[in-house]
């Protein structure tokens, strides 16, 4: 969902916490690390802490079944590379006990796509290399670009680099849609659900039900502020869950959840891994303040150097609050696919919700509006706004356009807005 960014823009440098002069909680060397409980460690300890933890979370909820496929879709930035290490050791010869369920990966090329000066066999080179970075592991790697979001037929994933549709007309479309956007936050929230959205269809296609995403406490903590600005509240706690079921049968799993990104930088320079992460620090070059997520991400990682309980006390929050019984599955927004929050019973306390329904209400509602209002009832309050800030509805990709067809009961949803004469 629009939580699953892995975040990471900012990369996190890790360096001993020598100042503490500590000995390792388990084995009286001293300790390179506090760890998110607060727990110093010296690096073997803390690396078997680091593997229990993710091995623990996974073993203890049963999340998969044996021989059962799940898809990582890996994006070479510090958590994905951390993660495709975990999975690796979780089925190698050293592991006491081997995961049964088997992995497969799948990387969406998004970091040249917004390098304007870039040419296609740049592209391929450093997917190339992304390939090579990862060979270690054994696992059966697919290959994917991010405009493929907007292909409507279904050849949109390869096991062959060589094989993707590279042209740049498809390129130029995506490009147009997302600079269409009027502002940078727009942009960014955008390209994130298109992103998983593209996601989806390839674990479809490639008939995988379950979907593994690196996402660590540190941005779960992140994406679940800059989503209270957004307005996606009612999401909160369905998007930070370890498990989330999403009405079209997919479901989500994030067993990263409970390490924080410096313990996964720890963990990454330890195992020498560290030079396999070549996610560029933002693929929209995004500014420190300008999107609300970047300027969130700042707020958390100073607040959390001064103090490292800022994370933990956040995310536990986020642990006690249950969705709302209201909320239908079954009406899911065409855009993140989480249920629409939107419907008037739920919505009726929402000013922000009213608001925008009554600016909308009061306008002449040519073809243009018309369809436009069209897509706005059909996703939800913060995929509206996102939407609204999308210069032509006609760039969307048409997978969105067909759903937004098939809704039979969308003229009724707009008549109410119609202005009789
Ligand atoms: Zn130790
Ligand atoms: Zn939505």
Redesign the pocket.
């Known amino acids: 969902m629009c939580s699953n960014n892995e975040g990471g823009l900012t990369k996190f440098e890790p360096k001993p916490d020598l100042a503490l002069f500590r000995k390792c909680l388990k084995c009286d060397k001293n300790s390179v690390v506090v760890t998110r409980i607060n727990d110093a460690m010296c690096k073997e300890c803390f690396v078997e802490y680091f593997t229990h933890k993710f091995r623990a979370t996974i073993g203890k909820s049963k999340l998969f079944d044996k021989d059962e496929v799940v898809m990582f879709p890996y994006s070479s930035s510090d958590s994905s590379v951390a993660m495709l290490h975990l999975l690796f050791k979780g089925v190698g010869e050293e592991a006491k006990k081997k995961f049964t369920f088997k992995t497969i990966c799948v990387y969406i090329e998004d970091n040249y796509v917004f390098e304007s000066n870039s040419s296609t066999h740049e592209r391929i080179t450093f997917m190339e290399n992304v390939k090579k970075s990862v060979e270690y592991s054994g696992f059966k790697f697919y290959y994917s670009l991010i405009e493929n979001c907007l292909e409507p037929s279904k050849n949109i994933v390869s096991d062959e680099i060589a094989k993707l549709n590279l042209n740049n007309e498809n390129k130029e479309k995506f490009l147009n849609l997302i600079n269409s956007c009027k502002n940078q936050t727009s942009k960014e929230e955008l390209l994130k659900r298109l992103k998983t959205q593209l996601i989806n269809r390839i674990a479809i296609e490639l008939k995988i039900k379950k979907i593994i995403f690196p996402v660590s406490c540190t941005n779960l903590t992140i994406d679940m502020l800059t989503n209270v600005a957004l307005g996606k509240g009612a999401h909160l706690s369905i998007e930070t869950s370890l498990e989330e079921k999403l009405s079209n049968g997919l479901v989500y799993v994030r067993p990263l959840r409970e390490l924080t990104s410096k313990e996964i930088a720890f963990y990454n320079r330890y195992n020498n891994i560290d030079s396999n992460i070549m996610a560029k620090s933002s693929s929209l070059k995004n500014l420190p303040n300008s999107t609300i997520y970047r300027l969130t991400e700042k707020f958390i990682n100073s607040l959390q150097n001064e103090y490292p309980t800022t994370v933990p006390t956040i995310f536990r929050t986020s642990d006690k609050l249950t969705p709302t019984d209201e909320l239908c599955p079954e009406d899911s927004?065409m855009?993140?696919e989480?249920p629409v929050d939107t419907i008037k019973k739920i919505s009726a306390n929402s000013s922000a919700i009213n608001d925008l329904e009554y600016s909308l209400s009061i306008s002449r509602l040519d073809n243009t509006a018309i369809e436009k209002l069209f897509v706005l009832k059909s996703?939800?309050y913060?995929?509206s706004v996102v939407l609204k800030d999308v210069g032509g509805h006609g760039n969307l990709p048409q997978t969105i356009k067909d759903k937004i067809k098939s809704r039979d009961n969308l003229k009724d949803k707009i008549k109410e807005f119609l202005i009789e004469d």
């Open positions: 927004c855009l993140c989480l996703v939800c913060s995929c």
